[in-house]
């Protein structure tokens, strides 16, 4: 716990204070993102004292990865306030080309592991959002920011997916041991080899899921304004970030996980996975949680069943940090 304390030891952001500078943006994203990493115990994700369902990262990682990107952050609050003349959907492009290169500094800190890729996507257009709100004079409140962050990739799963058929449509794919209406039983992990070889192309994880089960992701998480984010934000104050964070975080990750559709959960675990993931957060926040005996034993044995399983809720991770982030801010 002394850990977090020690990260939070610098007060919050001033609610609707427009002279936070890009640098400090920066600091508070990276120091958002360890916040997160600390946090625990969180079932199937990496805590400060487990690697939990990954065996190729630690805390340490983590910590290297988001000390690795407080630079883009710094730059993406940047952009947002230097864009505000262009259309929102016009940011995106240059921001997508920062976040690349940030992807190429978060592999360089940590050998080549995936330990932020969502977060660069969706941290980067808060901090953007941040920075024209700010620079308009407009309210950047948790409504705003999600509305702005949202608003710079309207359309960005058309243009991303436009090749690929969608749920259903996969049944006219002719793929050896895939029945789209068994999908939901299917690995989607397992099940990206076949895909590849019948589309003729390399597919994403989010673009495998969007064949197979045609969710969105993070981009329709984005699309819509980010409602995960807001849940959290919500989620996070009802909890009392402001006495115990890390109760509130993890009380935050369960009802995240029981109620918005992470991706990563399918990726690995299929449609099982994701129902037993959903299923084991609700019960464990009707148990009490943290606060319950009865609570902690059934966290330990859904972080069990979660190493297991090798489930990993990183989507909801991704939405848990971004609200730490404007937690800080003092949004």
Same mark, same amino acid.
């Given at each position: 716990?002394?850990?977090?304390?020690?990260?939070?030891?610098?007060?919050?952001?001033?609610?609707?204070?427009?002279?936070?500078?890009?640098?400090?943006?920066?600091?508070?994203?990276?120091?958002?993102? @360890?916040?997160?990493?600390?946090?625990? $115990?969180?079932?199937?994700?990496?805590?400060?004292?487990?690697?939990?369902?990954?065996?190729?990262?630690?805390?340490?990682?983590?910590?290297?990865?988001?000390?690795?990107?407080? &630079?883009?952050?710094?730059?993406?609050?940047?952009?947002?306030?230097?864009?505000?003349?262009?259309?929102?959907?016009? %940011?995106?492009?240059?921001?997508?080309?920062? &976040?690349?290169?940030? =992807?190429?500094?978060?592999?360089?800190?940590?050998?080549? %592991?995936?330990?932020?890729?969502?977060?660069?996507?969706?941290?980067?257009?808060?901090?953007?959002?941040? +920075?024209?709100?700010?620079?308009?004079?407009?309210?950047?409140?948790?409504?705003?920011?999600?509305?702005?962050?949202?608003?710079? /990739?309207?359309? @960005?799963?058309?243009?991303?997916?436009?090749?690929?058929?969608?749920?259903?449509?996969?049944?006219?794919?002719? @793929? $050896? +041991?895939?029945?789209?209406?068994?999908?939901?039983?299917?690995?989607?992990?397992?099940?990206?080899?076949?895909?590849?070889?019948?589309? &003729?192309?390399?597919?994403?994880?989010? =673009?495998? @899921?969007?064949?197979?089960?045609?969710?969105?992701? %993070?981009?329709?998480?984005?699309?819509?304004?980010? $409602?995960?984010?807001?849940?959290?934000?919500?989620?996070?104050?009802?909890?009392?970030?402001?006495?115990?964070?890390?109760?509130?975080?993890?009380?935050?990750?369960?009802?995240?996980?029981?109620?918005?559709?992470? *991706?990563?959960?399918?990726?690995?675990? +299929?449609?099982? &996975?994701?129902?037993?993931?959903?299923?084991?957060?609700?019960? *464990?926040?009707?148990?009490? +949680?943290?606060?319950?005996?009865?609570?902690?034993? *059934?966290?330990?044995?859904?972080?069990?069943?979660?190493?297991?399983?090798?489930?990993?809720?990183?989507?909801?991770?991704?939405?848990?940090? *971004?609200? /730490?982030?404007?937690?800080?801010?003092?949004?």
């Amino acid at each position: 716990m002394s850990c977090l304390k020690n990260l939070c030891a610098c007060a919050p952001a001033r609610h609707g204070d427009v002279s936070i500078s890009s640098a400090r943006v920066g600091e508070l994203a990276a120091r958002a993102a @360890i916040l997160e990493a600390a946090a625990g $115990p969180k079932p199937g994700l990496v805590c400060r004292d487990s690697q939990g369902a990954h065996k190729d990262m630690d805390y340490a990682t983590f910590v290297r990865s988001a000390l690795s990107l407080q &630079g883009y952050f710094t730059q993406g609050h940047a952009l947002g306030s230097a864009t505000t003349t262009l259309e929102p959907q016009a %940011v995106f492009p240059r921001l997508r080309s920062l &976040g690349l290169k940030a =992807e190429q500094d978060m592999f360089a800190a940590t050998n080549g %592991v995936n330990t932020h890729k969502g977060l660069i996507f969706s941290l980067g257009l808060f901090c953007a959002a941040l +920075g024209r709100l700010d620079r308009l004079g407009n309210a950047a409140n948790v409504q705003a920011l999600c509305r702005t962050a949202g608003s710079f /990739v309207r359309g @960005i799963t058309g243009s991303d997916m436009a090749a690929l058929p969608c749920g259903p449509h996969a049944a006219q794919l002719a @793929i $050896p +041991g895939f029945r789209p209406h068994k999908a939901r039983h299917a690995r989607p992990k397992a099940m990206r080899p076949l895909l590849e070889k019948t589309l &003729g192309r390399s597919l994403t994880p989010g =673009e495998v @899921i969007y064949v197979m089960y045609g969710m969105r992701g %993070v981009r329709g998480e984005a699309e819509q304004g980010f $409602p995960g984010v807001a849940l959290a934000c919500h989620s996070l104050r009802r909890h009392g970030v402001a006495v115990n964070l890390n109760r509130a975080m993890v009380h935050t990750l369960l009802e995240l996980l029981a109620r918005v559709e992470d *991706t990563s959960l399918l990726w690995r675990g +299929g449609g099982r &996975g994701f129902a037993l993931a959903r299923a084991y957060a609700a019960a *464990t926040l009707d148990a009490g +949680g943290l606060d319950t005996a009865h609570g902690r034993r *059934t966290l330990d044995r859904m972080g069990a069943a979660f190493v297991r399983r090798r489930l990993s809720p990183g989507g909801c991770a991704d939405m848990l940090a *971004t609200s /730490v982030f404007l937690h800080l801010l003092g949004r």
